[in-house]
Antibody, heavy 119, light 108 residues
Framework: EVQLVQSGGGLVQPGGSLRLSCVAS????????VNWVRQVPGQGLEWISH????????FYADSVQGRFTISRDNAKNSLYLQMNSLRAEDTAIYYC????????????WGQGTLVTVSS | DIQMTQSPSSLSASVGDRVTITCRAS??????LNWYQQKPGKAPKLLIF???TLEYGVPSRFSGSGSGSHFTLTISSLQPEDFATYYC??????????FGQGTKLEIK
């Protein structure tokens, strides 16, 4: 069974840092591109970052460029999102999501983890 | 960046109704369009990819069409479990892979 299990959310002060993790199982993690998507509670979905299967290509939304870093460890079947210089507007539920191929994006998602940025 | 615009933003319908949700891209995205369903407190679920291909296990009452910059999601006969929020997402070329703002489908 394909699973993406997330951890690492919580409460952090403005300007602080947090690292999210997403551990994959049930498939060959190193063969798939993955993404981070976030959602302010009660609002819509926002794509924020993408990493290729090898980790050689990464992309970011303008809203997080220069503050967030996506990475992966294929030996550990793990995806990460390092979030620095956090702002109140980064408060959201963060999801990891797998891309099956160039057409089928987001075929499996993690359960989501809430990040709250507040003093 | 490509902007995605969904309409309507909300929709009230009854069980058994046929409903259509529209998604427009700010430029041509060929057929690189996905539709998701999200229920409260849950992660999104992929319904349709490649504009018109039904994801495995998704009921056939869901269908997608369109290409270029105009796309539609149709539910042929609404079931109680279909009341949710629906999002389109473009995946044309390289990221950013932008989402539409969502359409909340409510029971009339």
């Amino acid at each position: 069974e394909v699973q993406l299990v997330q951890s690492g959310g919580g409460l952090v002060q403005p300007g602080g840092s947090l690292r999210l993790s997403c551990v994959a199982s049930g498939f060959t993690f190193r063969s798939f591109d993955v993404n981070w998507v976030r959602q302010v509670p009660g609002q819509g979905l926002e794509w924020i970052s993408h990493i290729s299967s090898s980790g050689g290509s990464v992309f970011y939304a303008d809203s997080v460029q220069g503050r967030f870093t996506i990475s992966r460890d294929n030996a550990k079947n793990s995806l990460y999102l390092q979030m620095n210089s956090l702002r109140a507007e980064d408060t959201a539920i963060y999801y990891c999501a797998r891309d099956r191929d160039s057409l089928a994006k987001g075929d499996y998602w993690g359960q989501g983890t809430l990040v709250t940025v507040s003093s | 960046d490509i902007q995605m615009t969904q309409s309507p933003s909300s929709l009230s319908a009854s069980v058994g109704d046929r409903v259509t949700i529209t998604c427009r891209a700010s430029q041509s995205i060929s057929g690189y369009l996905n539709w998701y369903q999200q229920k409260p407190g849950k992660a999104p679920k992929l319904l349709i990819f490649g504009a018109s291909t039904l994801e495995y296990g998704v009921p056939s009452r869901f269908s997608g069409s369109g290409s270029g910059s105009h796309f539609t999601l149709t539910i042929s006969s609404l079931q109680p479990e279909d009341f949710a929020t629906y999002y389109c997402q473009q995946s044309y070329s390289t990221p950013p892979y932008s989402f539409g703002q969502g359409t909340k489908l409510e029971i009339k």
